[in-house]
């Protein structure tokens, strides 16, 4: 406790405004104002807050597991991913739109993802992509996971259908063990023969794409099988798999598909 008394303390305060010696009266005021606030010995003490480090969203987030994420974006607990595989010409596209409009997934198509990121010179992701397909070397499943990634948590949404993942039996393996398991996957077979002539007939009906010529087809089905059926064989040894025969018309597929869905 101080026992100065007003007078010794105004005192004291004058004696130290004559060694200044402001200009003006104005700056004496200020002055002596000044010196009485800050050497006032009942100044109460403020505590300064201990500095708080505030978890971000984003720290929040990276907190969770994958799923976790999902549920928290989406607002809901019921996650669902479905695997869609079928070679070219299988009309898998067309199943997923009416999937879809009908039970409200959100269908993310690998080869459009790849396409958007890497177009996307914003990207970090994405240029880190280009420049390993421009270096003509595979991108390592570890990336494409996490495009795959980013992307459902861009979309917020809990129900996904994969259009053409997983393309390996890596690919399949990771991403249940790293990321979230699927409910199942829906493997829309159909033999080579028929799938050749849809494609032709597709690039007759002016489908605009440079690989509906028949070389190229088959040689996409020669990659469509080495890498997809060891993945189908993994996928069918968890019991994940919902085999349809894609030989029939859209209408029956469509029939078989909805049997799926609501089983």
């Not at 700056?27 to 100044?43: C, I, Q, R, S, T």
């Not at 970090?124 to 421009?134: F, Q, S, T």
């Not at 440079?210 to 087809?217: G, H, S």
Request: with cysteine; charged share 30%; hydrophobic share 35%.
């Amino acid at each position: 406790e101080n026992d100065e008394t007003l007078k010794e303390f105004l005192i004291r305060g004058l004696s130290e405004l004559a060694k200044v010696k402001p200009g003006n009266k104005l700056e004496v005021v200020e002055y002596f104002g000044k010196w009485l606030l800050d050497n006032n010995p009942n100044k109460p003490i403020i505590d300064e807050p201990e500095e708080v480090i505030i978890n971000t969203a984003n720290n929040y987030l990276d907190s969770m597991s994958f799923k976790e994420q999902l549920q928290h974006l989406s607002s809901c607990d019921d996650i669902q991913i479905i695997f869609i595989l079928g070679g070219p010409g299988s009309g898998k596209g067309t199943q997923c739109k009416q999937i879809v409009d009908k039970y409200g997934f959100i269908q993310i198509s690998t080869g459009d993802l790849f396409r958007k990121f890497v177009n996307d010179t914003t990207n970090e992701l994405g240029n880190e992509i280009k420049d390993i397909m421009e270096r003509g070397e595979l991108v390592p499943t570890k990336l494409v996971l996490k495009m795959l990634k980013e992307e459902m948590l861009r979309l917020k949404g809990n129900k996904y259908l994969l259009d053409g993942f997983p393309r390996s039996l890596e690919q399949a393996i990771m991403f249940e063990k790293d990321i979230i398991p699927c409910d199942f996957a829906i493997n829309f077979k159909c033999n080579d023969e028929i799938l050749i002539e849809r494609c032709l007939k597709r690039a007759e009906n002016g489908s605009g794409r440079i690989d509906d010529n028949k070389e190229t087809i088959i040689k996409r089905l020669t990659t469509f099988h080495n890498e997809t059926d060891p993945t189908v064989e993994y996928l069918a040894s968890i019991n994940k798999i919902k085999e349809i025969d894609a030989t029939k018309s859209v209408d029956q597929v469509w029939n078989h598909v909805k049997i799926i869905m609501e089983s």
